[in-house]
């Protein structure tokens, strides 16, 4: 167990999953986030409802985990029989798959999409049976299930200049939160046709999530997203090496296309572009806790510095195998100057790489605790990038 920053870390003894609690609301009310090794994270919200700690679930947990999750809770403060409401982003197993067995332990309401329902009544195409497993939606119908429907004039949250309509009036949580059920802008194709997204924020939050003046903190807002999650970025690493990884992988997949050895497969990150487009401009102002792995602003934030790092890394690699500074500076260049082409979503990833490598050089260019040599490799590659473009 460990404490940072008003945190509190625990692991379970067999490194099943990992758990994360923190304050919200100057202590109002507590997070607990369940990071699970293997399955969808799911989030537990605590407060004090007429003088009685309640629970509010944002999804429910891997099926594979029923004969363990009820301890788990337990272990870790979450009372099962007090869980108020559960929320789930979509129908998929490893998000839904113990929400049955949680609102039968505690008659919690379950919150869903509209579009669940057909789901829950069986209407699953077959593509859907193969990652169903042994999991049975049909257990669901004996549960209290509220299918939320877009109402005719509703909220809407704008989120990097797309707008997420409500779809249910703000629920107060503990003495200063509420809770904001989001559907996600229509899209094909799309990851789930019942994704939903989740907001919790202060009673009285003055946010846009358009932009910020300074005057209040970014952590005020908390997106629970599924799996609507940043399949396109910012994520990646952006060494050198990993500019040609790309490049021959590219490759490889297109002449087995062509020769028949291999199939086209469904590109995830078509899937909703428009929202997560959206949350990709906007994570900044609001934290995003994703379907899975942990939070992503520091996520971001490291593989942002690893990625710097490794860059300057292979850069010292080159000039110790003998190149000279401008030798490497033409290479840099050269690599700049391949990333074009290629489909929509190719084309979009190249300009990205593109973008990033300039934003690298630039700073290697202006860091000052970097080797001249270094500085000058930088500047060399910048000066012949604006000479050639």
């Known amino acids: ?55 509010t679930f944002i999804d429910a947990g891997d099926p594979k985990y029923r004969n363990q999750i009820l301890p788990i809770l337990i272990e870790n403060d979450v009372d099962p029989a007090a869980i108020e409401r559960i929320v789930i982003t979509h129908r998929h197993p490893d998000h839904c798959g113990l929400v049955d067995l949680l609102a039968k332990e505690s008659g919690a309401k379950i919150l869903v999409h509209s579009n669940f329902k057909s789901f829950v009544e069986g209407d699953i195409k077959p593509e859907e049976r193969r990652w169903l497993g042994n999991f049975g939606p049909s257990g669901l119908k004996e549960c209290d299930i509220e299918y939320l429907s877009q ?8 989120i990097g200049g797309v707008d997420f309509p409500s779809l249910i009036e703000p629920i107060e949580i503990g003495e200063d939160g509420k809770l ?48 609507l999650w940043l399949m396109r970025g910012p994520f990646g690493n952006w060494s050198v090496g990993n500019f ?29 572009a428009k929202a997560k487009e959206a949350l990709k401009k906007g994570f900044h102002l609001v934290r995003v806790k994703p379907g899975h792995g942990e939070d992503l602003a520091p996520r971001i934030a490291a ?3 690893q990625s710097y790092t490794s860059f300057v890394k292979e850069l010292l690699f080159w000039i110790a195998l003998g190149y000279s500074s401008s030798e490497v500076a033409a290479f840099l260049v050269r690599i700049y100057q391949e ?30 605790s970097e080797s001249e040599e270094l500085q000058q490799v930088a500047e060399s590659a910048l000066s012949e990038l604006e000479r050639v473009l």
């Open 180 to 227: 904001m059920i989001l559907a996600c802008p229509e899209s094909t194709p799309t990851h789930s046709p019942d994704q939903i997204i989740i907001l919790y924020t202060p009673q009285n939050c003055p946010h846009t999530y358009e932009k910020t003046d300074g005057n209040w903190p970014t952590t005020d807002g908390i997106l629970f997203s599924g799996d």
């Open 151 to 158: 109402p005719a004039m509703s909220e809407v949250i704008t």
């Open 244 to 272: 040609f990884r790309h490049f021959r992988w590219g490759l490889y997949r297109l002449k087995n296309l062509v020769l028949g050895k291999g199939r086209s497969q469904r590109n995830h990150r078509e899937q909703d």
């Open 303 to 305: 593989l942002g510095e």
């Open 339 to 368: 990333q074009c082409g290629g489909g929509s979503l190719v084309e979009k990833d190249r300009l990205e790489r593109r973008e990033r490598l300039k934003e690298i050089l630039t700073r290697l260019r202006d860091e000052k």
């Open 1 to 55: 167990m460990s404490q940072r920053k008003g945190l509190l870390t625990r692991r379970s003894p067999q490194e099943l999953y990992r758990i994360i609690k923190e304050k919200l609301n100057a202590g109002n009310a507590e997070l607990a986030s369940f990071f699970f090794n293997r399955g969808a994270n799911f989030y537990v919200i605590s407060y004090q409802k007429e003088g009685k700690r309640k629970h």
